[in-house]
């Protein structure tokens, strides 16, 4: 495509989706109040991944998105603007097309970096890239110095976690036509980890998500694999290395054909019981699996309303109107290749246990193909969302302000979960509220990554049915098991326009 009718066809797309705006205030019933933001620097075709986080420490969430093409732009958030500052500070414009972005603090020193993963035929030559965060200023590129420039890997899902509980952050990386691989954190550089099997998976790997499923303080995976192979549940047993125990509690989704598989994983408490469940979003129908909340697990897709059939590609819970229980985004595709168009799921949960798809394909929102992040970018209460639309002539990296209305805003709570030093380092984590009468009100994991192939480093996000005061109790991983840290009497209003933060270790 020519740059001319590149930018013919990024001012339709931002044509049609402010209209889709004033349709949507319009329309009312249906769809959710959402207004497209800055579409006119936004509707860039190609793009893949998105992922947020605060890079410069300045109090807002900055975006950092991959496009085919190699360009990685990063938008500074300035109290709501974002502008793309990417280029000056060092990340690519041009080069090998990098398919996911990841946020982590890989080195320890309070400032987020970035890794990215290539995405080209086998014969240009795979790889990773590590872009160092110094000072908020300028990003360098570090993967040769470290240990990860982690050759032929074709790039999927990469999660920056702790796997072993040594209080650094360790890398795993997924492949989507090779070997997985888990690096550990030997103080700065990394090394290959049990490279002999377990978690070397050498089935097609996209979607990559780790949890504590068995609440015995230690982080395990979950693989979504593709054309036809089986997904995997890697329980962590700790200096033995890792158990496949998918098929043991029917999470290996056995039987398809070639032209399906897992994509996307999303992990979330969607009934409020206090469980991680697990969402799979897939080529051919959904996977939801209910955590029973006894190491076992039960596939409850059709019954809860999400096994649509199709070709879904990533998925994130969010609770986007604040009722406290979490709705579901799932991008989605149909058509035939390179002419592609979304197919969008919003599945909104009733509290029942069940869910509503609310998208058509007329709604504003029904506007992603590949990566799904909800984030409250201008800290007002309510979680935005920002989709990515790579497969067509025409696409973007959109973000969509929530209006929801008063009083449903503002009512919430984020919490911002850190280590001991005050550093984004405990992906993992998980945060539960209670109410004064010590009932569950909803949990939270501090994201591991998702979304398609991506991580943020976000507060967690609470909808609150009232403003009431709840007790917050954070779970840190731990080999001697879950360590779990209490704050009581907490009143959400006094955090309206900023994080409740949690250190670990710190009296409360």
């Known amino acids: 495509m020519s740059k001319k009718h590149a930018l013919m066809a990024s001012s339709l797309l931002a044509a049609v989706l402010m209209a889709g705006a004033a349709h949507a205030a319009q329309k009312g019933a249906a769809d959710p109040a959402f207004t497209s933001i800055q579409p006119e620097i936004f509707s860039v075709p190609g793009s893949l991944s998105n992922a947020w986080a605060d890079f410069d420490k300045d109090g807002d969430l900055d975006l950092a998105v991959s ?36 946020w982590g603090d890989y080195d320890g020193d309070g400032y987020l970096d970035l890794l990215g993963g290539s995405n080209v035929p086998a014969a240009q030559g795979n790889q990773s890239f590590v872009w160092k965060n110094e000072g908020g200023k300028r990003f360098v590129e570090v993967s040769e ?20 509980n040594d209080g650094r952050v360790d890398l795993y990386a997924s492949n989507r036509l090779g070997p997985n691989q888990l690096f550990h954190n030997e103080g700065g550089t990394f090394k290959q980890a049990f490279a002999d099997g377990g978690v070397t998976d050498l089935r097609p790997t996209v979607g990559s998500c780790w ?13 979504a694999n593709q054309s036809g192979a089986t997904d995997a549940l890697w329980r962590n047993d700790g200096a033995k290395g890792f158990t496949d125990v998918a098929a043991s509690l029917g999470l290996d989704a056995p039987g398809r054909t070639k032209e399906e598989g897992g994509v996307g994983c999303a992990i ?8 991680l469940d697990i969402f799979v979003a897939v080529y051919g129908a959904n996977l939801l699996y209910r955590n029973k909340g006894d190491g076992t697990f039960e596939e409850v897709g059709k019954a809860a309303g999400v096994d649509d059939a199709g070709h879904a590609v990533g998925a994130a819970w969010g609770d986007y109107d604040n009722d ?3 709705d579901l985004y799932v991008t989605s595709y149909e058509g035939e290749t390179g002419k592609q168009t979304p197919l969008d799921l919003l599945y909104h949960n009733n509290g ?16 992603g193909d590949h990566g799904v992040e909800w984030v409250d970018y201008n800290g007002d209460g309510a979680l935005d969302l920002s989709v990515m639309r790579g497969y067509s002539p025409v696409g973007g990296h959109f973000l969509f302000r929530n209006d929801l209305a008063a009083p449903a ?34 949990t939270r994991l501090v994201s591991t990554g998702g979304g398609y192939n991506a991580q943020s480093a976000l507060p967690v996000h609470f909808g609150l049915k ?25 009143d959400p209003k006094a955090f309206a326009k900023k994080p409740l933060v949690i250190r670990e270790g710190k009296a409360s």
């Open 67 to 102: 496009l085919k093409g190699g360009d990685v732009r990063l938008y500074r958030n300035d109290n709501g603007v974002l502008t793309n500052i990417g280029p000056a500070l060092g990340l690519p414009t041009t080069g090998k097309e990098v398919r996911g972005v990841s």
């Open 352 to 367: 029942k246990g069940g869910f509503d798809q609310i998208l058509t394909r007329e709604s504003l929102l029904n506007a």
């Open 466 to 490: 009232t403003f009431d005061r709840v007790t917050v109790e954070v779970s840190f991983m731990s080999n001697d098991g879950v360590k779990k840290q209490t704050l009581r009497n907490v």
């Open 268 to 275: 979330g408490d969607y009934d409020n019981d206090g469980n």
């Open 211 to 223: 949890f504590d499923y068995n609440r015995d303080g230690k982080l395990d995976l979950f693989l």
């Open 145 to 164: 110095k470290i240990g990860l420039t982690i050759p032929d890997r074709m790039s999927r899902q990469a999660n920056w976690i702790d796997y072993d």
């Open 409 to 442: 805003k503002s009512r919430s709570l984020s919490v911002l979960v850190l280590d001991a030093k005050g550093h984004y380092t405990r992906a993992g984590a998980e945060v539960r509220l209670y109410d004064k009468a010590g009932k569950i009100l909803a």
């Open 324 to 326: 406290g229980y979490l």
